[in-house]
């Protein structure tokens, strides 16, 4: 009966706290969450539905073409930039055709290096061309070539404003007025710019930004149509563009606090610029949602057919022509919804179609509130439903919470341009449901055959019926212990395995009989089998039963599997011989750590397995991959060593940042057993041994060589790790590591 209210309650405040962090998470989505979900959702509205192309020129009295530089045009005319004459001569070409407008999405941030005078630089002093030199000097400078056709046309340049500060200042060709609030504090403020030359600058008619602000994955969904550099406002490229077409000299930005906008006193943003006799509404931050099309190859008009004697002018009369590289090889690619490579120039001109045509999309400004209350009042509906009906109804109803989600925010997108987001209701409506009908599931019987089902596999016999037989000494869910971790590996796996290509049940037989012995020692010493991860064991000790020595047992257990290896490894060598093969003896490597962890049942509501998750584990894991690099058996970490240095033999090995943490550790070797410990000679030696790393570590590199040379003499010293050291020592000699080196070695590997 207690565990059934206990159920209830849990029931009940488990689906609330659901809603309650999905009304957080909607409201604040701190890690962008529901965002980056939400415009996912909008992207896949546009795949299903993009915006039909109509052309605006019937409409709007103006149409819009692209004069593509691609690669075709690169290939006819020259490598990129081409001459100023050639951008000169397609400006005057397309003015005598009748085209309203020539916008730039290019920079002409240098002087063109095809002018003569750029050309005299590379000539040098030599007499003998001086008259050569007198001639190109009296040829017109293609800068001011093409000023003076740019002061002739409708010509709007462009500029990008950088992060970096560089004393730029790109020239405003236009007036700004504010309605409302000042709109500066609403647009991300810019440091520097790549601006044109001065005097292509002045000679445009317009001048205008053509950043974008991508999204945090890249796509862009919203584009400026202001932009800030400093305290000072600029127009971007289609807004200039818009205001030359119609002769207009400022532009109008209205914000919160205008006339006839309601912000209820709060500093909401921008909600609108207008130019001429066009408004544009945009985004809080002055950006404007862009509705795409499909490709349309209409749109474009390669560059080389301008320059082709029988080109049709009616094209490209009565139309703003927008100048930009869709080449692969000039990188001027961008993703949007529709298209991972679309040129950026494109997305200029689509975001121009749709303020010529008055189609916009939105996301109103009673969106968000709007999704909170159905977020909140369906999942109320939920919260009931999972208390008085039975769980097929309450999956009908979340259903059709989720449906209704859906396709009310597909509706108004497909009929109005409203962009409502479904995501963010529907993933808390699923969330409570599956939460709900989770918790309706309470094991209230059986616990003994639960205990002996969750540790069969892992503890001994008489562990499993300890706790089956009181369970209350396993807390479920996870507790806080201190513990001592073992992993082992076999070295060289992959090369015995090579040996059973075609073999793969000897390959599993070499395992078990691996595995077998080696699980045995572990569970004689009290330990838990966490996992096998193909050739390599997981095991701690302490949990879930009391081992209060486990540090000892740990080191006992290591010592033991070496020794029972050897003879595993007898009886492999003599199957090899009577079957005339290659012997490989299995070799093992061996990491111990202590230290605090969280062990309990890790897993979910349906699967769970009984582990531990912690620093200390993952440090036990990464010294027995360092046990290879320094030639150890067995590698224990510092609180290990601390806990049982009087009881076995012990070789300090180093202070090391293991790869994966930034502090050192100290780690050591374990050697043998206690009879070894107090031996003379393993006294002597490790004597030694402890005085080189002391001199090692204070930087006395000739006495610290001198004494890994005399321990790499001695009777069974670890040639690997004197090597090592010998190398080390060579390397900090050569290049001193600083006077305030401490001696730690920072792992570059696992």
Same mark, same amino acid.
């Given at each position: 009966?207690?565990?059934?209210?206990? =159920?209830?309650?849990?029931?009940?405040?488990?689906?609330?706290?659901? @809603?309650?962090?999905?009304?957080?998470?909607?409201?604040?989505?701190?890690?962008?969450?529901?965002?980056?979900?939400?415009?996912?959702?909008?992207? *896949?509205?546009?795949?299903? #539905?993009?915006?039909?192309?109509?052309?605006?020129?019937?409409?709007?009295?103006?149409?819009? #073409?692209?004069?593509?530089?691609?690669?075709?045009?690169?290939?006819? $005319?020259?490598?990129?930039?081409?001459?100023?004459?050639?951008?000169?001569?397609?400006?005057?070409?397309?003015?005598?055709?009748?085209?309203?407008?020539?916008?730039?999405?290019?920079?002409?941030?240098? !002087?063109?290096?095809?002018?003569?005078?750029?050309?005299?630089?590379?000539?040098?002093?030599?007499?003998?061309?001086?008259?050569?030199?007198?001639?190109?000097?009296?040829?017109?400078?293609?800068?001011?070539?093409?000023?003076?056709?740019?002061?002739?046309?409708?010509?709007?340049?462009?500029?990008? @404003?950088?992060?970096?500060?560089?004393?730029?200042?790109?020239?405003?060709?236009?007036?700004?007025?504010?309605?409302?609030?000042?709109?500066?504090?609403?647009?991300?403020?810019?440091?520097?710019?790549?601006?044109?030359?001065?005097?292509?600058?002045?000679?445009?008619?317009?001048?205008?930004?053509?950043?974008?602000?991508?999204?945090?994955?890249?796509?862009?969904?919203?584009?400026?149509?202001?932009?800030? #550099?400093?305290?000072?406002?600029?127009?971007?490229?289609?807004?200039?563009?818009?205001?030359?077409?119609?002769?207009?000299?400022?532009?109008?930005?209205?914000?919160?606090?205008?006339?006839?906008?309601?912000?209820?006193?709060?500093?909401?943003?921008?909600?609108?610029?207008?130019?001429?006799?066009?408004?544009?509404?945009?985004?809080?931050?002055?950006?404007?949602?862009?509705?795409?099309?499909?490709?349309?190859?209409?749109?474009? /008009?390669? =560059?080389?057919?301008?320059?082709?004697?029988?080109?049709?002018?009616?094209?490209?009369?009565?139309?703003?022509?927008?100048?930009?590289?869709?080449?692969?090889?000039?990188?001027?690619?961008?993703?949007?919804?529709?298209?991972?490579? &679309?040129?950026? %120039?494109?997305?200029?001109?689509?975001?121009?179609?749709?303020?010529?045509?008055?189609?916009?999309?939105?996301?109103?400004?009673?969106?968000?509130?709007?999704?909170?209350?159905?977020?909140?009042?369906?999942?109320? %509906?939920?919260?009931?439903?999972?208390?008085?009906?039975?769980? *097929?109804?309450?999956?009908?109803?979340?259903?059709?919470?989720?449906?209704?989600?859906?396709?009310?925010?597909?509706?108004?997108?497909?009929?109005?341009?409203?962009? @409502?987001?479904? $995501?963010? !209701?529907?993933? &808390?409506?699923?969330?409570?449901?599956?939460?709900?009908?989770?918790?309706?599931?309470?094991?209230?019987?059986?616990?003994?055959?639960?205990?002996?089902?969750?540790?069969?596999?892992?503890?001994?016999?008489?562990?499993?019926?300890?706790?089956?037989?009181?369970?209350?000494? *396993?807390?479920?869910?996870?507790?806080?212990?201190?513990?001592?971790?073992?992993?082992?590996?076999?070295?060289?796996?992959?090369?015995?395995?090579?040996?059973?290509?075609?073999?793969?049940?000897?390959?599993?037989?070499?395992?078990?009989?691996?595995?077998?012995?080696?699980?045995?020692?572990?569970?004689?010493?009290?330990?838990?089998?966490?996992?096998?991860?193909?050739?390599? /064991?997981?095991?701690?000790?302490?949990?879930?039963?009391?081992?209060?020595?486990?540090?000892?047992?740990?080191?006992?257990?290591?010592?033991?599997?070496?020794?029972?290896?050897?003879?595993?490894?007898?009886?492999?060598?003599?199957?090899?011989?009577?079957?005339?093969?290659?012997?490989?003896? @299995?070799?093992?490597?061996?990491?111990?750590?202590?230290?605090?962890?969280?062990?309990?049942?890790?897993?979910?509501?349906?699967?769970?397995?009984?582990?531990?998750?912690?620093?200390?584990?993952?440090?036990?894991?990464?010294?027995?991959?360092?046990?290879?690099?320094?030639?150890?058996? /067995?590698?224990?970490?510092?609180?290990?060593?601390?806990?049982?240095?009087? %009881?076995?033999?012990?070789?300090?090995?180093?202070?090391?940042?293991? #790869?994966?943490?930034?502090?050192?550790?100290? /780690?050591?070797?374990?050697?043998?057993?206690?009879?070894?410990?107090?031996?003379?000679?393993?006294?002597?030696?490790?004597?030694?041994?402890?005085?080189?790393?002391?001199?090692?570590?204070?930087?006395?590199?000739?006495?610290?060589?001198?004494?890994?040379?005399?321990?790499?003499?001695?009777?069974?010293?670890?040639?690997?790790?004197?090597?090592?050291?010998?190398?080390?020592?060579?390397?900090?000699?050569?290049?001193?590591?600083?006077?305030?080196?401490?001696?730690?070695?920072?792992?570059?590997?696992?």
């Amino acid at each position: 009966m207690q565990m059934q209210r206990i =159920a209830r309650h849990i029931q009940n405040i488990i689906p609330a706290l659901v @809603l309650l962090l999905a009304f957080g998470l909607n409201y604040y989505d701190p890690f962008f969450i529901i965002t980056n979900l939400r415009n996912q959702t909008f992207d *896949l509205y546009q795949r299903i #539905k993009p915006r039909e192309y109509v052309d605006p020129a019937p409409i709007a009295g103006v149409g819009i #073409k692209l004069i593509d530089v691609d690669d075709e045009s690169l290939s006819r $005319i020259g490598q990129w930039p081409w001459p100023r004459t050639i951008i000169a001569d397609l400006i005057a070409r397309a003015t005598n055709a009748g085209a309203y407008a020539i916008v730039f999405d290019v920079v002409f941030a240098e !002087p063109d290096r095809t002018s003569p005078q750029q050309f005299l630089t590379q000539l040098g002093n030599s007499p003998r061309l001086n008259q050569v030199a007198q001639i190109i000097s009296a040829m017109p400078d293609h800068d001011d070539v093409l000023a003076d056709v740019m002061r002739q046309a409708n010509v709007v340049t462009g500029f990008t @404003l950088t992060e970096a500060a560089n004393g730029f200042e790109p020239e405003r060709k236009s007036g700004f007025s504010y309605a409302g609030d000042d709109p500066r504090q609403f647009i991300p403020s810019f440091n520097g710019a790549v601006t044109n030359l001065n005097k292509l600058e002045k000679a445009s008619a317009g001048n205008g930004s053509f950043n974008f602000i991508t999204e945090q994955d890249n796509i862009i969904r919203r584009v400026p149509l202001l932009v800030r #550099k400093g305290e000072t406002l600029y127009p971007t490229l289609v807004m200039e563009a818009l205001r030359i077409v119609q002769g207009a000299s400022t532009f109008i930005v209205k914000s919160s606090g205008a006339n006839m906008t309601e912000s209820f006193g709060e500093k909401t943003g921008i909600t609108a610029v207008k130019v001429g006799r066009i408004e544009v509404p945009t985004t809080s931050t002055g950006q404007a949602w862009l509705h795409y099309t499909s490709d349309v190859p209409s749109r474009r /008009i390669p =560059a080389w057919k301008i320059f082709e004697e029988n080109f049709d002018p009616s094209l490209i009369a009565g139309n703003i022509l927008f100048v930009g590289p869709s080449a692969a090889g000039l990188k001027d690619l961008r993703a949007t919804p529709l298209n991972p490579v &679309t040129a950026g %120039v494109e997305v200029h001109i689509q975001l121009l179609e749709q303020i010529l045509l008055g189609h916009f999309l939105s996301r109103p400004d009673w969106a968000e509130g709007a999704e909170i209350v159905f977020l909140i009042s369906f999942g109320v %509906v939920i919260l009931i439903a999972l208390r008085q009906v039975s769980a *097929l109804a309450c999956a009908l109803v979340a259903a059709s919470g989720i449906t209704f989600a859906v396709g009310a925010s597909w509706y108004l997108y497909s009929s109005y341009q409203w962009l @409502l987001d479904p $995501i963010g !209701p529907s993933l &808390t409506v699923g969330l409570m449901f599956i939460s709900g009908t989770l918790l309706n599931f309470l094991r209230t019987e059986a616990e003994k055959a639960q205990v002996r089902g969750a540790f069969a596999q892992y503890l001994s016999p008489a562990l499993v019926e300890q706790l089956a037989n009181d369970p209350t000494r *396993l807390k479920l869910g996870g507790e806080t212990r201190d513990m001592t971790f073992l992993f082992c590996d076999v070295r060289g796996f992959t090369t015995i395995s090579e040996q059973f290509k075609g073999n793969p049940q000897g390959l599993t037989s070499l395992i078990n009989r691996f595995l077998t012995p080696m699980t045995d020692i572990i569970l004689e010493k009290g330990g838990t089998i966490d996992k096998y991860m193909g050739d390599c /064991i997981m095991a701690f000790w302490n949990a879930p039963l009391d081992v209060p020595n486990h540090a000892e047992q740990a080191c006992s257990t290591s010592l033991q599997m070496y020794h029972d290896l050897e003879f595993l490894n007898q009886d492999l060598k003599a199957e090899a011989e009577r079957e005339d093969r290659p012997y490989f003896p @299995l070799k093992i490597g061996i990491g111990l750590n202590t230290g605090d962890c969280v062990v309990g049942n890790m897993g979910s509501e349906q699967r769970f397995d009984y582990s531990v998750l912690g620093d200390a584990v993952n440090l036990a894991s990464r010294l027995e991959s360092q046990s290879k690099n320094y030639g150890a058996d /067995i590698v224990i970490g510092e609180l290990t060593y601390t806990s049982v240095k009087d %009881v076995f033999a012990f070789l300090e090995l180093d202070l090391i940042a293991v #790869k994966g943490k930034t502090e050192a550790v100290r /780690i050591f070797s374990l050697v043998g057993d206690r009879a070894m410990a107090v031996s003379d000679t393993f006294q002597s030696f490790r004597k030694t041994h402890d005085g080189m790393l002391v001199a090692y570590r204070s930087q006395h590199w000739e006495e610290a060589a001198k004494l890994v040379d005399e321990l790499r003499h001695k009777e069974g010293a670890n040639q690997t790790l004197y090597d090592m050291y010998a190398e080390r020592i060579a390397e900090y000699q050569a290049t001193s590591p600083g006077a305030d080196w401490d001696g730690v070695y920072v792992a570059a590997s696992k």
